[in-house]
Nanobody
């Protein structure tokens, strides 16, 4: 079983920055990717960025250039540095970890990010 604990959300002014962090514990062997998703009110959950175990990363076009994902395999953490935030970035941000053998989608409880003046 995997437990994901997010931290770092909060209220930020437009143009500001936030750093989200997620700590994974439990059975994280066979991790394929650690990712950040977000869900705004009334919208579907969407991928923000992912960090694969082979070192490759993927970033949504909507945040490219403003977001950096990083991962520490020793500490089993994944972080999301977000810069130049705007109101469209307001959402609940979820940490996600995918394992194989067996396939399991693991989710954190979410952390609220609100961008407002």
């Amino acid at each position: 079983q995997v437990k994901l604990v997010e931290s770092g959300g909060g209220l930020v002014h437009p143009g500001g920055s936030l750093r989200l962090s997620c700590k994974a514990s439990g059975t994280t062997n066979n991790t394929v990717v650690m990712s950040w998703y977000r869900q705004a009110p009334g919208k579907q959950r969407e991928l923000v960025a992912g960090f694969f175990s082979d070192g490759l990363t993927t970033t949504s076009a909507s945040v490219k250039g403003r977001v950096t994902i990083s991962r520490d395999n020793v500490l089993n953490t994944v972080a999301l540095q977000m810069n130049n935030l705007n109101s469209n970035d307001t959402a609940v941000y979820y940490c996600h970890l995918l394992t194989v053998r067996p396939v399991n989608n693991n989710w954190g409880q979410g952390t609220q990010v609100t961008v407002s003046s």
